[in-house]
């Protein structure tokens, strides 16, 4: 059937050839409607009844005869007018909406050419079929740009499968002997006169093997995620801990680092460690970011059904442009480290159900917010 043929079927085939096309799709389910040909007939059969009615009386004043034959004209002349409207609805309206319908069917199964015929007509029909063609048209080249992006990014998501099974392999060569060599810098550091200028030389290269080392364990923990190991646990000793270790590169740059728990912290479904790396993360990249001595707090509350870790520093802030990528892996402003931290982070956080946002003002500092939910079993014994 070509597409400038009109479509002639009924309203009950239509919907038994959509049946039979969608055996995996339930029916559309569609209203029952007046029928087309009483809602367009019936008021004219109306108006021309009255206008008959009217005609009969004034008519009263002809002979028996002439006045039968008048209203037999009057009569065949309505009846022919409403079968006039009814060919005309037919042809104008009728056709045009089965064959929209159809269409319309055909799009949902998928065929994109699907187009309607009557869209070269000059009024409001005709209007209706160029937006219907316009719209298919876009969907079409929606779909194919859509299609178009998914192979690029499968093909770009194997590329970086291959390489990230490349970087696990090279990260286990590399840390094997890095032991070693960390091993063998500390014996010879051991050895070393104490008033030998070879000590700092010592020192350095040991700093920087534990720094390869905690690259190598990053890129590792992003390659091969660990499940957490959940427990419900007090959070504000987990805080606490992390707190704890944070203060220990804080003294060297007379960094001040609190926490405040504000009311009652309920116990959170979590993993302690994970957490603990998550908040020591965000307190040493705190530190890093403060230039000179400053305060960093760190704040527990409840809102609701979560509690809400936050840790804010009075360092150089975070620009504007960078605030929507910090969060990305191996994106970082710094002149070292992997950029792996954050991503890890917020990674972590989405596996125990929370979520992690981030506000910052340059010149004034940072401000991460953790949101962990609460542990349902304790929560429902609390408000029992």
């Given at each position: 059937?070509?597409?400038?043929?009109?479509?002639?079927?009924?309203?009950?085939?239509?919907?038994?050839?959509?049946?039979?096309?969608?055996?995996?799709?339930?029916?559309?389910?569609?209203?029952?409607?007046?029928?087309?040909?009483?809602?367009?007939?019936?008021?004219?059969?109306?108006?021309?009844?009255?206008?008959?009615?009217?005609?009969?009386?004034?008519?009263?004043?002809?002979?028996?005869?002439?006045?039968?034959?008048?209203?037999?004209?009057?009569?065949?002349?309505?009846?022919?007018?409403?079968?006039?409207?009814?060919m005309v609805l037919a042809?104008?309206?009728?056709?045009?909406?089965?064959?929209?319908?159809?269409?319309?069917?055909?799009?949902?199964?998928?065929?994109?050419?699907?187009?309607?015929?009557?869209?070269?007509?000059?009024?409001?029909?005709?209007?209706?079929?160029?937006?219907?063609?316009?719209?298919?048209?876009?969907?079409?080249?929606?779909?194919?740009?859509?299609?178009?992006?998914?192979?690029?990014?499968?093909?770009?998501?194997?590329?970086?499968?291959?390489?990230?099974?490349?970087?696990?392999?090279?990260?286990?060569?590399?840390?094997?002997?890095?032991?070693?060599?960390?091993?063998?810098?500390?014996?010879?550091?051991?050895?070393?006169?104490?008033?030998?200028?070879?000590?700092?030389?010592?020192?350095?290269?040991?700093?920087?093997?534990?720094?390869?080392?905690?690259?190598?364990?990053?890129?590792?923990?992003?390659?091969?995620?660990?499940?957490?190991?959940?427990?419900?646990?007090?959070?504000?000793?987990?805080?606490?801990?992390?707190?704890?270790?944070?203060?220990?590169?804080?003294?060297?740059?007379?960094i001040m680092i609190e926490?405040?728990?504000?009311?009652?912290?309920?116990?959170?479904?979590?993993?302690?460690?994970?957490?603990?790396?998550?908040?020591?993360?965000?307190?040493?990249?705190?530190?890093?970011?403060?230039?000179?001595?400053?305060?960093?707090?760190?704040?527990?509350?409840?809102?609701?059904?979560?509690?809400?870790?936050?840790?804010?520093?009075?360092?150089?802030?975070?620009?504007?442009?960078?605030?929507?990528?910090?969060?990305?892996?191996?994106?970082?402003?710094?002149?070292?480290?992997?950029?792996?931290?954050?991503?890890?982070?917020?990674?972590?956080?989405?596996?125990?159900?929370?979520?992690?946002?981030?506000?910052?003002?340059?010149?004034?500092?940072?401000?991460?917010?953790?949101?962990?939910?609460?542990?349902?079993?304790?929560?429902?014994?609390?408000?029992?």
């Amino acid at each position: 059937m070509s597409l400038s043929t009109p479509i002639q079927i009924s309203e009950n085939a239509l919907f038994d050839k959509e049946t039979d096309l969608l055996p995996e799709q339930a029916p559309v389910a569609r209203k029952r409607h007046i029928n087309w040909v009483l809602k367009a007939v019936l008021p004219i059969a109306a108006v021309l009844l009255n206008g008959l009615l009217l005609f009969v009386l004034v008519s009263l004043s002809l002979a028996e005869g002439e006045r039968h034959t008048v209203i037999a004209i009057a009569t065949a002349g309505a009846f022919l007018i409403c079968v006039a409207v009814i060919m005309v609805l037919a042809v104008s309206f009728r056709r045009p909406m089965l064959e929209l319908q159809d269409k319309i069917a055909r799009v949902r199964l998928g065929d994109m050419d699907a187009s309607v015929s009557f869209a070269n007509r000059n009024d409001e029909v005709g209007d209706l079929g160029r937006d219907f063609n316009d719209m298919v048209a876009q969907l079409k080249s929606s779909r194919e740009e859509i299609q178009r992006l998914h192979q690029t990014q499968m093909s770009r998501a194997e590329h970086f499968a291959t390489l990230g099974e490349l970087a696990t392999g090279l990260a286990h060569e590399i840390r094997n002997p890095l032991a070693g060599i960390a091993g063998v810098i500390e014996i010879v550091g051991r050895d070393l006169p104490p008033n030998s200028p070879a000590r700092s030389v010592i020192k350095d290269a040991k700093e920087e093997a534990l720094q390869i080392n905690r690259i190598l364990t990053e890129l590792l923990d992003t390659a091969r995620p660990k499940a957490p190991q959940f427990r419900v646990s007090d959070v504000c000793a987990t805080a606490e801990h992390a707190v704890m270790f944070a203060r220990q590169q804080a003294i060297t740059k007379r960094i001040m680092i609190e926490l405040d728990v504000t009311g009652s912290i309920p116990p959170v479904d979590h993993d302690p460690n994970q957490i603990n790396q998550v908040l020591l993360n965000l307190l040493l990249n705190a530190i890093q970011s403060m230039d000179k001595p400053g305060t960093i707090r760190v704040l527990l509350e409840t809102d609701e059904d979560d509690v809400l870790i936050t840790v804010a520093d009075e360092g150089k802030g975070i620009p504007p442009e960078h605030l929507p990528n910090i969060f990305r892996p191996f994106f970082t402003t710094k002149g070292h480290g992997t950029g792996l931290g954050l991503s890890l982070a917020r990674r972590t956080v989405e596996s125990h159900g929370g979520h992690i946002d981030v506000t910052s003002e340059v010149g004034k500092g940072s401000r991460f917010q953790i949101r962990l939910p609460i542990a349902r079993e304790k929560q429902a014994a609390v408000s029992g």
